[in-house]
């Protein structure tokens, strides 16, 4: 780098912009290097991100100019078709062999000494399992936060069902700039129209439809329901999970879009990585965040200073014991996470097993909204209890968690819960303090009038002053769940809830929340065999569900008990 190319950032660090690397078949991609104070060289991150790389994720994580100040050579590069990089950008599918090139390439950067990791959150966490399921030499450590290792279950559907506002949101996001690279103004516009009102953007109806879907990689997801398609297996690494020999430290947070990707993913390498020292080096941090910003707020709730943690400095422990020999992460327990409620960190050897406590319901026919007769004891039904029942109505869902416009959080749930249109379980006040860590996960034995169902399952914790917290959320569409389903049947729903952890304090209570629907976060289901993106109010149909509670047909929440008391 000459003189004249070095760009002072203050702190002895220097930047480079705009360093092309030719690839293969002949396209070249374009990357920042930013280069600490004194003779190289020094060990490197890589970055690989489609929004823009004079950001460089700096919304969660610091400049680069901090990072190089500690001593590395920080690449931050615009991947295939995005920024000025060449190419043609579609989402995941390219990202593996170039990332691969990419490293390739660095080791013979006369700034780098051999030794890479990379790092960086949602899209920029893919690159990199993508990047390291190639082996390339000398990536020795990744850092993927706030992503998923399996695409279909971890970030565009769950169990079935499409996670439509961020599918939507993100793919109007992804495509508006494509309009914009390629000078496209017609379509610029049309797609900054509805980036300026995004939350509106799922009640269009079909949302196959939407102006936005197009002939995309939008539609490719929202048409690719099925989670056996090649389709899937082709952009990501979940049939490839052999193929990574690299330690990872995962980031999750509680309330965030991808928080099922991020600890099914630390939790499918755990198990499944390619060697056992690849296997015995996965960690997770799951705080309480949100996707964007990472602190002490999450939608309504106040999670006092410890939420504030410094991921920034718990990276560069990452990156100082594996890419310079510090050994300062060696100590650092497998698993780290922030108890809800109590709002401290705990440490776990591993992730828990099955969930261990199991709670029955109970209702006297009643349960429809918090003001029913449900309830959760530790006893199973003795005999025969009334069926509760409500009517499932597309076209007047009921919310998701947070609201209408899908916020991401901990919101209050209690104007939420006054609809009959789902039902209420609740125990009875904690006498001593409850620790639960883990996935939750029901058993229902429903009948439906439709011919495709969804039930939804959610858990809010009511504090002893009466507000009622948004814990965790899970649906199961039967399409997904059932090989044979049949309308007016009873069916064993038996599926998880996303995970969660929480410390429940002596006067606190649970509920569970069991409905139909919980839009915009997952998408309306017709209650027909229409496929759900082709449905609109001319289709739509309602359905009555019935929920049974029985000595026969034992209806249970199955909660994962860290510590403390019991019910």
């Not at 991921?311 to 300062?328: A, M, P, Q, V």
């Amino acid at each position: 780098m000459t003189p004249e190319m070095r760009i002072d950032c203050g702190s002895g660090v220097w930047l480079e912009r705009g360093v092309r690397c030719t690839l293969s078949d002949g396209v070249a991609l374009v990357s920042d290097h930013y280069y600490p104070a004194g003779p190289g060289p020094w060990p490197t991150l890589l970055m690989r991100q489609p929004y823009g790389r004079d950001i460089a994720s700096t919304v969660v994580y610091a400049h680069p100019v901090w990072f190089a100040s500690h001593g590395y050579h920080v690449v931050i590069q615009d991947v295939r078709g995005r920024g000025e990089s060449q190419g043609e950008f579609y989402p995941f599918r390219h990202e593996g062999r170039d990332g691969a090139e990419t490293i390739a390439w660095l080791l013979r950067h006369p700034a780098c000494n051999g030794r890479i990791g990379m790092y960086g959150f949602s899209y920029q966490g893919s690159t990199q399992l993508l990047a390291a399921a190639e082996n390339p030499e000398g990536l020795l450590c990744i850092a993927p936060h706030m992503t998923a290792v399996d695409l279909y279950h971890g970030w565009f559907y769950h169990q079935g069902a499409l996670r439509l506002f961020s599918t939507l949101a993100w793919g109007i996001q992804m495509l508006r700039e494509d309009a914009r690279r390629k000078d496209r103004r017609q379509d610029s516009d049309q797609l900054e129209a509805a980036w300026t009102n995004i939350r509106a953007q799922a009640s269009t109806a079909p949302y196959g439809d939407h102006p936005a879907v197009g002939d995309s990689y939008l539609r490719d997801w929202i048409l690719h329901r099925d989670r056996g398609a090649a389709f899937w297996a082709e952009l990501d690494i979940s049939t490839r999970l052999h193929q990574i020999r690299t330690p990872a430290l995962h980031i999750s947070g509680w309330y965030d879009l991808y928080l099922e990707g991020s600890v099914a993913g630390y939790q499918a390498l755990r198990a499944g990585a390619g060697s056992p020292f690849a296997r015995d080096h996965q960690y997770l941090l799951a705080g309480p965040w949100v996707h964007i910003p990472w602190g002490d707020q999450a939608g309504e709730a106040r999670l006092g200073p410890a939420a504030n943690f410094d991921t920034d400095d718990f990276l560069l422990r990452w990156f100082n014991h594996w890419l310079k020999d510090s050994g300062e992460f060696a100590q650092e327990p497998r698993v780290r996470h922030f108890a809800m409620g109590a709002n401290e960190w705990h440490a776990a050897d591993e992730w828990p097993a099955e969930a261990a406590c199991t709670l029955y319901l109970h209702s006297g026919g009643r349960a429809n909204s918090r003001k029913g007769d449900g309830a959760l004891t530790a006893l199973p039904p003795a005999g025969e209890e009334p069926r509760d029942i409500f009517v499932y109505d597309p076209e007047v869902p009921v919310a998701a968690p947070g609201g209408p416009q899908g916020f991401s959080g901990s919101f209050d749930q209690a104007a939420l819960e006054l609809g009959n249109n789902l039902l209420v379980y609740a125990t009875a006040p904690v006498a001593a303090a409850i620790h639960l860590f883990g996935r939750p996960c029901v058993t229902l034995y429903a009948a439906t009038s439709a011919a495709c169902a969804d039930l939804t399952a959610k858990l809010v914790r009511v504090t002893a002053a009466g507000r009622t917290e948004f814990l965790c959320i899970g649906i199961a569409r039967s399409s997904w769940l059932f090989d044979s389903y049949a309308a007016d049947s009873i069916h064993r729903w038996h599926f998880t809830l996303e995970p969660l952890s929480v410390v429940l304090a002596p006067g606190d209570a649970l509920r569970l929340e069991v409905a139909s629907s919980a839009f915009p976060l997952y998408d309306r289901n017709p209650s027909t065999d229409i496929p759900p993106e082709q449905a609109g109010p001319w289709t739509w149909r309602r359905s009555t569900q019935q929920l049974l509670h029985s000595a026969e047909h034992p209806s249970a929440l199955h909660l994962p008990l860290c510590g403390g008391s019991v019910w």
